[in-house]
């Protein structure tokens, strides 16, 4: 019996079980996935927005800039990079610099600060890249990129760390309201909570009219992206166009490791698994961003991907306990900014719990802090060699396209909330997010993850349960079914 | 900090060659380098035969052609690191490298060969549409997987590319109980060798289908299928031409690109279309003592002629570290003229050809019963009479220090005509 059971562990959940642990409640957090970050977290545009694109009133806005401050110190604590790189919004004429314009001013009444709008001079300054066709730009210093994954990996490890229990490849089926609490089926095992807080992302209306009547849709918006190779390093600021209905339109921006990337484009689609990216959804990115710059070039693409935004039909964030069923509160439709706004939403919602729980003790124990992830690559020559006399694995470099050290993996399979599949390793430390895309290190990094879970190689994942990666060992006979033993025949003979 | 005469970095065929052949010319502290903890490279998951055919007179599989080299370093004491990354090289020839025993350090040299070899086009870097399940691999990777780990990488395969890695591994799994389905390749003719065509495709009866693409893959979890297209002249896919083939495994045969991390990082200039440095007729880079040779240099087709073209940095390596130093006249530039996509070496100094020069170069496609005519200004230096020619296959000249006087404009072109 838990007092809450949050369903879904990508940022919302994540943010919210953490924030959760800093008091004396018991928590399950439950993933259908086989990992944290499985879903929109792990796909999405990894932009700390600054919050001028928020139309007041709404939860989004409410939730945005507040969100973007808590940044600088919720990643020093966990231990997550982050970087203020700073936002421009192009304009390309001056009925874009109206746009520009009012952008600005929804800005301030936001709450943004730092916000400023610049002649075309000072913008090819910031970024010498850009189109020569631009006017001016409203130029947003608070806007900034953060790994998104990681930071809900990082969430849930401290989450963990301080008495969350986690609980992976566990879909919930079915909820049943009880007397004064919930009974929450998944395939194999039971939970029972008193509050219960969806945060199922795509699938946040269907859990939610596990208990209720439907109040809200999610209408799935897939949006595809192209990422570009380090050595390019094209940008230095997230740079957007003006915005039109569909969203924030397509962005070139620098990720938090280094690569540029290029996207996304927006279409709505039926399937909420249809994570594929498509001829179409690409050329159009291309398209659209030559508009921003020009000179990207197609060699330089390392890896294309999909996600798809939990758009809510209301088309803000849904946040609140549901009218009809009593503790149970839906944290839902969080697409852009959702994951700026994440640890502002967190707190609400921990104010929600204290109410309906009658307020909250401290935990004694909770520490927000996350142990320190060493990262060889970024250590000075000296501490390197420190290091490696101490933990010889990190003087063995596995990926060589960005230098992830043997030592490095393995913590990141034997942390709380750890690595149990290759794109586990690679969320958390990028071995199969470089130039190679895992074709150099893959197999050693089976053979670290085969070696640290105790399991055989062949029973190494890609990613969920089912998605194997060997099938077998080689001069395996039973796949000559045609050829009838060919020692007893050749004995014949 | 140690210093050596030549640091070599990679340890496969390339780098083994150039160590060996440095040594034997009278360098005397070698080191080589490689990240593996086997010596030998690629050549270690190649156990298919076709090696050696032009240096050795035999055929051998790649871990035997590798055996000799690594038994001759051995017998040459040739110092060498395993299961140790190069992190950075200076312009100064400073080696920064880190292992689990040493830790990170730094080394000098006097001069470095650069011998890192080539990796794989992936699937992001051609950017094929649909999902991401498990079950896409490189031709590479697969190899590693069924001939060095020992593992199957699928039962039912779809190969895209008909590069020469691709076609080997179609009948390598095809002998491990595997079905391969189809080679797709969006070009007109064929990536790899004639030879692995007939010997990998036609004897399993694997088809080979020309102009076609893979515009789709399907699966959640593991692949489960792709949707092949025919494509135009132009390699866009033509409506209506589709087949959906199931498959749980396919791999990828799409072309290799020159390791040169590294290499930019000393600032030695590249090549944009080899991918791999610029290198004069010593196989020498941009920057003074700095050679390269082998796949990072260009993407050759056989591993014989790696060697001998590795051999040809090691010694005008030692030779540099024996410093002769010399004054040599302005080099002569090679420039791909019509149908050629680039020529290997970049520069020629008259000074260091004694006998003849070899220009190593591929056309940019099928030619049949055309000229390679060798230029300098309207002054033919060289025809050659050629029946076929594909971009598959590396087409080389020999020019005599004789003919290269009569060079007047410091420029050579080739064009097919």
């Known amino acids: ?493 | 900090m140690k210093e050596y005469d030549i640091a070599v970095i990679g340890g496969g065929p390339a780098g083994l060659a150039a160590a060996i052949e440095a040594k034997k010319h009278g360098a005397e502290a070698v080191l080589l380098i490689d990240r593996d903890k086997e010596l030998g490279g690629i050549l270690q998951q190649c156990v298919h035969s076709g090696f050696g055919l032009h240096i050795f007179r035999e055929e051998l599989t790649g871990t035997e052609y590798a055996e000799r080299f690594i038994k001759e370093l051995k017998e040459l004491r040739i110092e060498y690191k395993l299961d140790t990354m190069v992190l950075n090289i200076t312009e100064e020839k400073v080696i920064s490298m880190v292992n689990k025993t040493e830790g990170l350090v730094n080394i000098k040299a006097r001069a470095v060969i650069l011998a890192m070899g080539c990796r794989e086009r992936t699937r992001g870097a051609i950017n094929i549409p649909g999902t991401r399940p498990s079950g896409i691999f490189t031709a590479g990777t697969a190899q590693r997987f069924v001939n060095k780990e020992g593992y199957m990488v699928g039962r039912n395969v779809v190969i895209l590319g008909s590069g020469d890695i691709g076609m080997i591994m179609a009948r390598r799994l095809t002998l491990e109980g595997a079905r391969v389905r189809v080679v797709a390749e969006a070009l007109p003719y064929p990536g790899g060798l004639v030879r692995n065509i007939v010997q990998c495709l036609e004897d399993y009866d694997i088809p080979l289908l020309l102009n076609h693409t893979i515009v789709d893959i399907k699966g959640k979890d593991r692949i489960e299928g792709v949707t092949i297209a025919e494509v135009d002249e132009n390699r866009k896919p033509i409506a209506g031409r589709l087949q959906y083939y199931e498959c749980d495994t396919l791999l990828l045969s799409v072309g290799l690109i020159p390791e040169n991390e590294l290499s930019k990082g000393i600032g030695v200039k590249l090549d944009p279309i080899t991918g791999g440095p610029v290198v004069n007729e010593s196989m020498e880079t941009t920057v003074n003592g700095i050679f390269a040779c082998g796949n990072v240099v260009h993407v050759h087709d056989l591993v014989d002629y790696v060697t001998e073209e590795s051999r040809k940095a090691g010694r005008n390596a030692a030779s540099f570290v024996k410093g002769k130093a010399a004054e040599y006249g302005l080099p002569i530039s090679t420039k791909p003229g019509n149908g050629i996509r680039y020529i290997v070496p970049h520069f020629i100094r008259q000074d260091k050809v004694e006998h003849s020069v070899d220009l190593f170069m591929r056309v940019d496609k099928i030619f049949t019963n055309k000229k390679l005519v060798v230029k300098s200004g309207d002054t033919v230096i060289r025809i050659i009479n050629k029946a076929y020619m594909r971009p598959g296959e590396m087409e080389r000249i020999s020019i005599t220090a004789e003919s290269l006087k009569t060079v007047d404009n410091l420029s050579l072109t080739v064009d097919v005509e």
């Open chain 1, 1 to 493: 019996m838990y007092d809450i059971a949050v369903i879904g562990a990508g940022i919302a959940g994540c943010s919210i079980a953490r924030e959760l642990s800093r008091y004396n409640v018991r928590i399950i957090l439950i993933e259908k996935n086989s990992d944290v970050a499985d879903g929109t977290t792990k796909a999405n545009s990894a932009i700390v927005h600054a919050g001028y694109d928020t139309k007041p009133g709404t939860l989004k806005a409410r939730f945005n800039a507040p969100g973007a401050q808590m940044y600088e110190r919720l990643c020093s604590e966990l231990d997550v990079p982050y970087k203020k790189t700073g936002s421009l919004v192009l304009a390309f004429s001056l009925d874009e610099m109206k746009t520009i314009q009012k952008l600005y001013d929804q800005g301030i009444s936001n709450g943004v600060s730092d916000m400023e709008i610049i002649g075309k001079d000072k913008v090819l300054e910031i970024d010498s890249n850009l189109s020569d066709e631009l006017v001016g730009a409203l130029y947003a210093r608070n806007a900034g990129i953060v790994s998104p994954w990681e930071l809900a990996i990082a969430l849930a490890e401290n989450a963990v760390e301080n008495g969350v229990n986690l609980l992976l490849d566990s879909e919930v089926t079915n909820i049943e309201k009880m007397n004064g609490l919930y009974r929450l089926h998944m395939e194999d095992k039971l939970v029972e909570a008193r509050l219960v807080i969806n945060c199922a992302g795509l699938y946040s209306d269907k859990i939610n009219e596990m208990v209720a009547a439907p109040s809200f849709k999610i209408l799935p918006r897939r949006g595809q992206y192209n990422v570009f190779d380090k050595s390019l390093n094209f940008v230095n600021t997230v740079i957007f166009q003006c915005p039109s209905d569909l969203g924030k339109g397509v962005l070139i921006s620098p990720t938090i490791h280094g690569n540029t990337f290029i996207g996304p484009d927006a279409e709505d689609i039926q399937d909420r698994e249809s994570v594929q990216t498509t001829m179409e959804g690409i050329s159009y990115i291309w398209e659209a961003s030559a508009r921003s710059a020009k000179g990207l070039k197609p060699n330089a693409v390392i890896t294309a991907f999909a996600g798809i935004r939990a758009r809510s039909s209301t088309d803000d964030f849904v946040i609140g306990e549901s009218k009809e069923a009593k503790g149970f509160i839906n944290v839902a439709g969080i697409e852009s900014p959702g994951l700026t706004a994440a640890p502002a939403i967190a707190i609400h919602v921990a104010d929600i719990v204290k109410e309906l729980m009658g307020g909250l003790g401290a935990n004694a124990d909770f520490n927000p802090a996350r142990r320190k992830v060493l990262r060889f690559i970024e250590l000075s020559e000296e501490d390197k060699n420190i290091l490696i006399k101490q933990d010889p694995r990190y003087g063995r470099i596995i990926c060589r396209c960005e230098s992830i050290t043997e030592g490095e993996i393995v913590d990141a399979i034997h942390r709380k909330a750890g690595a149990r599949s290759l794109d586990g390793v690679k969320k958390r430390v990028r071995p199969g997010s470089g130039r190679c895309q895992g074709g150099f290190c893959g197999p050693k990094v089976m053979e670290i993850l085969a070696r640290e879970l105790g399991i055989d190689i062949k029973d190494v994942v890609k990613n969920s349960r089912k998605s194997y990666i060997l099938t077998g060992e080689t001069k395996d006979k039973s796949l000559y079914e045609d050829v009838h033993d060919f020692a007893a025949a050749s004995k014949k003979i």
